[in-house]
């Protein structure tokens, strides 16, 4: 399997490579024709200019006569050559005196023959240098007679697009290895961070959450190394969670079972002839197994409440009614506590839809968390009130202890207690907050250190049904 970098390096390679060879092959030809455009134009005007003299003005003159006129008036020049070659391609005469020579029918001499204007690139026979020949017919009397032809060394041409060729192939070349380098610099950099995130990752997964990822840009990556650190977290809080789950539930489970096993050991020493403490002895252990009872439940409600096959029975459900069985509930409580227990509702009835059983779980796990965190002569609010047409409102008040900050945000995960010396099993905002997502509805919680704390329960409002129904 290819790494990453490798693949990075791959396809700014082939881009690299792809856009230098493109640009300078049109480099190369734009060079081409121009230096080989710009002779051949040059031979063209010149050849076009003597053909229309010869055609035009020399009429009544043969061949041979004409070509020595035009050879006679022809601008000096150390350049080109010029050629009068009959149809069946001897040399009439050219530039430098020499006439009957016959001259190999190059392509650019067959088209002029033909009485097309003919061009043609190449050494010819004998010869050391490239030419390139421009060649146009002479007429007489609308007849091809002969042809004229223009030539001119090109090997300085040449030289010159050979340099610029080799010079530019070399750019080329320098230009893709320093790209390249650059490739593999920069994909060295980019693959950096994903190793040392793969390297955390394999920490982590050794079980070493401690271990945090290095965040070095705000990119993408930088925004991968900030979830990894959160998870991290997460993980780390659920696995102190659990840790803390584990002592607190093997201490809940430990005091009941210790009394329960001490009391059967001595009623069973023969402690069954004292009524009192045989009652005593039987009140202990029903108390504490109504304790152990409770905790189960608890884990197995959460349980089912988590589970993604969990449903509610929704019936209309009177909030009314629900601060009513409260207040019955808690009387003997409260009053054993020296506790104030209010409740305040509104005095029409007042719908929610939902399971009636699961809404009163609910208050009872606030009210008995409220309980257990308010001293002697506290105060305890449970009020229900529409808040606007949509939503009910209910609400838990106690003058407790309170929550400190750093607690507060953790309280309603599963098994977390803030006090760790109080018992219960840390379940019952959990449980509560999920039944309150059940019933799509949401709980928050306000507190203060030293001052009490507020929770708040927002749930959809049940209109009535025309005529009087829920």
Known sequence: ?????????????????SVVLVLSSLFVTAVRQYYYGSAEQALDERASVYTALYSKYLWDRSLVDKSRYILENLTEDDFTKVEVVDLQGRLIIDSNGFSSEDLPITSDIASAVEGKRGTWTGTPAGGMERIMAVTYPLRDKGQVVGVIRYTTSIADIDAAVR??????????????????FTSLLLARRMIRPVQELTQTARVM????????????????IGHLADTMNYMAEEIERNEKLKSDFI????HELRTPLTSIKGWSETLMSGGLEERDELLMGLSVISRESQRLTGLV??????SKLQSPAARIESEPVDVRRLLSQMAEQYAVERSRRGIRLETSGPEEP????GDADRLRQVLLNLIENAIKFTAEDGLIRVTAEAEGAETVRLQVSDSGAGISPEDLPY???KFYKGDKKRSGSGLGLAISQEIVQLHCGT??????????????????????????GA
Not at 169 to 177: D, K, N, P, Q, R
Not at 297 to 302: I, K, V
Not at 350 to 353: F, P
């Open 205 to 220: 997964a050794r079980g070493d959450f401690h271990h945090r990822a290095v965040k070095r840009n705000d990119d993408e």
């Open 350 to 353: 007042l719908y929610v839809s």
């Open 247 to 250: 002592s607190s539930v093997s």
């Open 163 to 180: 340099t610029i060729t080799v010079v530019t192939i070399g750019l080329c070349v320098a230009i893709i290895i320093l790209s390249l």
């Open 297 to 302: 439940e608890d884990l197995l409600d959460f």
């Open 411 to 413: 309280v309603t995960r």
């Open 443 to 468: 709980m928050e919680l306000q507190s203060r250190l030293g001052e009490g704390t507020v929770v708040t329960v927002r749930l959809p409002r049940l209109l009535p049904a025309p005529g009087g």
């Open 1 to 17: 399997m290819k790494s990453l970098r490798s693949r990075i390096v791959l396809n700014f390679g082939v881009i690299i490579v």
